[in-house]
């Protein structure tokens, strides 16, 4: 009967809390492998642009040359590597105000890029802007509320 009860022992103490140990730490590792798997791809990041927006309505008789000014303040905006929207429909530059060249593919701090189309502005309407990152295909500026003004070309 001594040698059934000396069967019953179990597995001692000092290697219980070193298979406890081991159990927390594997544990811990697949816990913190899973957990990074969800901020793969959310590293992608966007240059936060520092413009200043107008957009003017032309009221001439032919009133087709609506005007879209981005003045950079800080920074510098390669016009390579961007769209411009204007309530969702692209716009293309067509150059710097009063400046030569007549398109220009970088803009720094001071600069005003000039978008100039037939947009159907009308003065006083607000109007939401955004300037899309084309790499990402995500958007590094929006402007909710422009409200037009106007000129006479």
């Known amino acids: 009967m001594k040698a059934m009860k000396k069967d019953l022992a ?10 406890m140990v081991a159990i ?9 492998l899973w957990a990074q798997s969800f901020t793969e791809g959310s590293g992608d990041t966007v240059t936060t642009l520092n413009v200043r927006i107008k957009l003017y309505e032309d009221t001439t008789v032919a ?8 003045e950079v303040l800080g920074g510098t ?6 769209a411009v929207k204007v309530n969702g429909v692209e716009y293309a530059q067509t150059g710097p105000l009063d400046a ?8 720094n701090a001071g600069d005003t890029a000039l978008f100039v189309d037939d947009m159907g502005i009308t003065k006083g309407t607000a109007y939401k802007v955004q300037i899309v990152d084309l790499d990402g295909n995500k958007v590094a500026y929006t402007s909710e509320n422009v409200v037009a003004l106007s000129y006479a070309s």
Do not use: M, R
């Open 63 to 70: 009133n087709q040359d609506d005007k879209l000014e981005i």
């Open 10 to 19: 179990g597995v001692s103490p000092v290697i219980a809390v070193i298979l």
């Open 100 to 107: 030569t060249p007549a398109v220009i593919t970088i803009s």
């Open 24 to 32: 927390t730490v594997v544990l811990a590792g697949v816990v913190f």
């Open 77 to 82: 905006i390669d016009w390579d590597n961007y």
